[in-house]
């Protein structure tokens, strides 16, 4: 008898030690709304976090913003009022022929007005013909003269062109795929941050749209005018010692009445 009173004693201990490592309903209840508080602590946050897109566009305040802006991209600011974006697969192939144009602009604001300072200086170094017309008009589309550019350089662009085209349907794929990242920085100048890529990818945008509109300003300056564009704006381009020797050739010239 003694025996089964203490194998009896014994279960009936087991059993309460056991329940010690099970929850009570009150502690459940006490967990199960601290998890309820958590999460919805967490969509609160999440929500504040993201503002509002606005309804109307931010360059144009009269116009609805279009749908597929969504201001994710640097320099959207909702101006597309003849409605050419109307997904983000287009929005994104836009983006990219921007960038690629932009880049190009960049390039072709600098190189023109130095082709004009230094191009017969060069081409009398090695003996050719230089570029430039009498006027120092570079060639282009509305001066002529881009006959007189060598074969081997359309070649070299064309060549150029191509594998930057197949380097950019190859990354376009990846994901997270920024348009124009082609992941080419041999000096080290991009951003690790994402605040520093947002601002380094608004400074571009923002200089190639700039760009653009000042290489289309070169073309119809020039044609319209028949002087370049180094000595429609001397002062750009040349030393401060130099300014009173234009002065005078300006005033001969008509520009300035004495």
């Known amino acids: 008898?003694?025996?089964?009173?203490?194998?009896?004693?014994?279960l009936f201990a087991s059993s309460k030690g056991c329940n010690a490592f099970v929850p009570s309903q009150n502690t459940r209840s006490t967990m199960s709304r601290a998890i309820y508080s958590t999460d919805v602590a967490l969509e609160e946050e999440t929500t504040a976090e993201v503002p509002p897109l606005p309804?109307?566009?931010?360059?144009?305040?009269?116009?609805?913003?279009?749908?597929?802006?969504?201001?994710?991209l640097a320099g959207d600011v909702?101006?597309?009022p003849l409605g050419f974006a109307k997904s983000e697969a287009e929005l994104m192939n836009y983006r990219e022929a921007e960038v690629k144009h932009s880049r190009l602009?960049?390039?072709?604001?600098?190189?023109?007005?130095?082709?004009?300072?230094?191009?017969?200086?060069?081409a009398s170094v090695f003996g050719?013909?230089?570029?430039?017309?009498?006027?120092?008009?570079?060639?282009?589309?509305?001066?002529?003269?881009?006959?007189?550019?060598?074969?081997?350089?359309?070649a070299l662009v064309l060549?150029?062109?191509?594998?930057?085209?197949?380097?950019?349907?190859?990354?376009?794929?990846?994901?997270?795929?920024?348009?124009?990242?082609?992941?080419?920085?041999?000096?080290?100048l991009y951003p690790k941050d994402a605040d520093g890529q947002k601002?380094?990818?608004?400074?571009?945008?923002?200089?190639?749209?700039?760009?653009m509109i000042a290489i289309t300003a070169f073309a119809?300056?020039?044609?319209?005018?028949?002087?370049?564009?180094?000595?429609?704006t001397p002062f750009f381009f040349y030393p401060i010692t130099q300014w009173g020797e234009l002065l005078g050739e300006y005033a001969n010239s008509g520009y300035i009445l004495h």
């Open 128 to 154: 050719l013909s230089p570029a430039v017309d009498s006027s120092d008009r570079v060639p282009s589309l509305l001066n002529g003269g881009l006959e007189k550019i060598s074969p081997i350089y359309w």
């Open 78 to 80: 909702g101006f597309d």
């Open 159 to 188: 060549g150029v062109g191509a594998v930057v085209e197949l380097n950019g349907m190859q990354n376009s794929n990846k994901e997270g795929y920024v348009p124009g990242d082609y992941k080419f920085d041999p000096l080290g």
């Open 220 to 232: 119809v300056q020039e044609a319209v005018t028949k002087i370049g564009v180094v000595e429609e």
């Open 55 to 72: 309804s109307m566009s931010q360059a144009m305040p009269f116009m609805q913003r279009p749908a597929a802006l969504t201001g994710d």
């Open 105 to 122: 602009a960049m390039l072709a604001a600098a190189g023109w007005p130095v082709s004009e300072i230094l191009d017969k200086k060069l």
């Open 1 to 10: 008898m003694k025996t089964v009173s203490a194998t009896i004693a014994t």
């Open 199 to 211: 601002k380094m990818q608004l400074a571009e945008i923002k200089h190639g749209r700039l760009s």
